[in-house]
């Protein structure tokens, strides 16, 4: 007998990951294909494609419905993707395309909330139903749950972290409009633009091309060599998370800080932050702050499915 099993669609900045998972949330079988989600338009056809690729070559389980988490604002209720971005809007209903087209029912999810989803049923949730997931990759966001439930907002945009202002003196614009925002300081992209803008001011062995993208693991190990250039960037980014961190901490009394993306991937930028968290701030954070124990390529895949395994007991 097959097991039951949700065909699941995960759509990245860079790749669209689809697979089927079981009610457990183990993946069954997987696919990556690059993604390209400039348009709404442009990602719905990739994310059909992608099924029926999937549909003509590998059915593995008892497909129960099709789940898809995207980036953006999401209305997983209506099954409407409102947005990639506030400069990038352009409403569809995913659910009711995807389901016309395969005659199966179809679930909707932003990334991050799928992430969030996995990390409280598969991961820290089973210790505590308080805790906060931040990812920090080309950008920063993550959710917050309290009492075992992920909060989402009345118009599905809470956890845009990255917008909070962690330094009200910094003249480093965020694409918000506003000034000091954690992510143009601290994550992946924004460090990236940082060594460029930095290295006018200090001395550096990294290769700083120009309309090139340096990478946060050449900033990390230049480091650890007292690159100065590298000094000034990561050092900057160290202080915007840890702030974001502890006012995150003060609203909402997480017992426990779960990180993924690729920023914080192998452990070196979270041992390097714990030395600028407040102890008297971090005091009931029980459980600490550390990366997740799930597998941060696999997260969102799993807690979608488990999403839309949900949504059909319902």
Not at 108 to 126: F, H, K, R, S, V
Not at 187 to 213: I, W, Y
Request: glycine share 8%.
């Amino acid at each position: 007998m097959k097991k039951e099993t949700i065909l699941t669609v995960d759509v990245g900045g860079t790749k669209v990951l689809i697979g089927e998972v079981d009610k457990e949330g183990q993946i069954l079988s997987q696919n990556k294909f690059k993604s390209d989600i400039s348009s709404q338009e442009t990602a719905l056809n990739q994310i059909i494609d992608a099924i029926i690729n999937y549909f003509s070559k590998q059915v593995i389980g008892d497909i129960k419905a099709i789940a898809v988490d995207i980036v953006g604002r999401v209305n997983s209720d209506k099954g409407i993707w409102y947005e990639i971005d506030p400069t990038n809007k352009n409403e569809i209903n995913v659910s009711r395309e995807i389901e016309k087209r395969f005659n199966l029912p179809c679930f909707i999810i932003n990334d991050l909330t799928a992430a969030a989803e996995a990390e409280n049923l598969l991961g820290i949730g089973n210790v505590t139903k308080n805790f906060i997931y931040l990812s920090i990759g080309t950008g920063i966001a993550g959710r917050m749950v309290v009492d075992g439930q992920i909060i989402l907002g009345k118009n599905y945009d809470a956890g845009e972290f990255g917008h909070m202002v962690v330094d009200s003196a910094s003249k480093v614009k965020c694409v918000c409009g506003r000034y000091g925002c954690v992510e143009p300081l601290a994550s992946g992209l924004g460090m990236s633009n940082q060594a460029h803008e930095l290295k006018k001011f200090n001395d550096t062995k990294l290769e700083v091309l120009p309309d090139q993208r340096v990478g946060a693991k050449e900033l990390f190990e230049a480091y650890d060599q007292k690159d100065p250039l590298a000094l000034a960037v990561v050092n900057q980014s160290l202080k915007a998370t840890s702030n974001m961190v502890m006012n995150l901490v003060r609203i909402i009394n997480p017992q426990a800080v779960r990180f993924g993306g690729g920023v914080t991937t192998g452990g070196w930028y979270l041992d390097h932050l714990q030395r600028l968290l407040d102890p008297q701030t971090m005091r009931f954070v029980k459980y600490g702050v550390k990366n997740t124990e799930l597998d941060p390529n696999l997260i969102a895949l799993q807690g979608c499915a488990l999403f839309a395994f949900s949504k059909l007991l319902n």
